[in-house]
């Protein structure tokens, strides 16, 4: 059980490898369910926060870890921190689920539910890379080519332009160098790690 | 003391009201409220749903070139921005190895010298500012404060986590009467705005309903992205609760700016999509 490659990195289950990245140790955590309770998407996620908790302190099972990292719940949470202020063990679950969004990306384990989120999240950082800031009309465009939600926020452009909220040119910073270097530092980080 | 002001991209397009209005204020109160030289995007929940490093880069290279400049603090009034501000600087403050390798990425030598406020706390320190009400803002609001600014508690080390009051008693001082109300500081569906606009109707639809069933008049936020959800995704809102719900959203700024006697037009009320029609009235009926 212990010699699946892709749960077993470096010879440590989910739990520690998020442990190593976090500091937050699921271990703690003795399933009172008062983070679910709270959480304002419990009822769309596969699993419940308190549940992705669970399959976590299970991670001994590959099975477990999978269905965790393969789940749309990571990428439903929406990081409103409401989880976190109540835990009684003050288990930071959002930055857990940071961490299991990082592994599912690099393991190519993405619930195909979460496609249209990832593709928005991905359209934002372009935007970000390439002119230090978010130019609206460019992501949402990016993101329809992305997502292919064409018709879909249509018919808000106009208004938009009309009450002067939306910009036809990005801005962008002076220092858009350093933007690009920061952005390839990180790039280069990633690909060396497991 | 400087204060600097970092108004993140939604305050420079979807949101320019609330920068416009927040502007107006200062200008009237005799604060300078300059911009952090050269900022970037702070990368909100895109950079940290992705990785880790940028999500920490992209804020520290903001708070260095505040701290270049010699601010003792940073005013940050969008919500979402303050959080990510907040949490770095939080982050760096507590590791130094951290620090040092981020500083090492934005290729700064960030301290952490300079603060990070938000917009209630910026308001609340400016002394009497009870004398500046010219005009009663006397309407019933409820005050919504959404996630960012009192959540997580360890981090933003700023009002209770659970039924704050600081926007409440600084309603108060514009002569509004607050509501007590149960969604106060529940999600409206944040980030999902473009990628999941239904869920955003259904939290954001919740939410309002809430604040019209106990009377309010108008709602008040501090955060752009919450106005972009429970103001513009108005249309879908209504079609999922499957009635009209005529409320406006107020940013904070506007209601003190126009508790202060400035014209709606420079607090870029003409900006909203759902009308601002609020009914004049005393404070006592
Ligand atoms: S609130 Fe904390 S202890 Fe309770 S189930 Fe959730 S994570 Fe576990
Ligand atoms: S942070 Fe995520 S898991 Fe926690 S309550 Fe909010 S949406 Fe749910």
Known sequence: MRSDTDIQQDGKVLSDRVLEKTGVAVARCYQCGKCSAGCPLASEMDFPPSQIMHLLQLGDFPEMAEKALRSHTIWLCLTCEICYARCPMEIDIPKVMDALRHESLAQKKVNPKARGILAFHRAFLDSVRYTGRLFEMGQVIDYKLRSGHFLQDLLQAPWMFFVGKLHLLPERIRDRRLLGRIFARIAKTRENRP | MKTGFYPGCSMKGSAREYSESLLAVARELGRELPEVPDWNCCGATAAHNIDTDLALALPARILAAAEKD????????????????????????????????????????????????????????????????????????????????????????????????????????????????????????????????????????????????????????????????????????????????????????????????????????????????????????
């Open chain 2, 70 to 285: 010699g601010m003792n603090e940073v005013l940050v009034p969008c919500a979402a921005c303050y959080s990510r501000l907040s949490v770095t600087r939080h982050e760096l403050l507590d590791d130094e190895a951290l620090r040092n390798k981020i500083s090492g990425l934005v290729e700064a030598d960030y301290q952490g010298t300079a603060k990070v406020v938000n917009i209630i706390e910026w308001l609340a320190s400016i002394p009497d500012l009870e004398a500046w009400v010219k005009k009663p803002f006397a309407h019933r609001v409820a005050c919504y404060y959404g996630c960012l600014l009192v959540r997580p508690p360890g981090v933003v080390k700023f009002d209770r986590p659970e039924e704050p009051q600081s926007m409440d008693l600084l309603l108060k001082k514009m002569g509004a009467e607050p509501i007590d109300w149960a969604f106060k500081t529940e999600c409206c569906g944040a980030g999902f705005s473009v990628s999941r606009t239904d869920l955003v109707a259904k939290l954001s639809g919740l939410i309002l309903e809430d604040a019209v069933s106990r009377g309010a008049e108008a709602v008040i936020v501090a955060c752009p992205m919450c106005h972009l959800n429970l103001d513009m995704r108005r249309p879908q809102i209504e079609k999922q609760v499957g009635k009209k719900i005529n409320i406006p959203v107020i940013y904070i700024t506007q209601a003190l700016g126009l508790a202060m006697g400035i014209p709606a037009r420079k607090l870029g009320l003409q900006r909203h999509k759902v009308a601002v029609k609020l009914s004049p009235r005393t404070a006592e009926s």
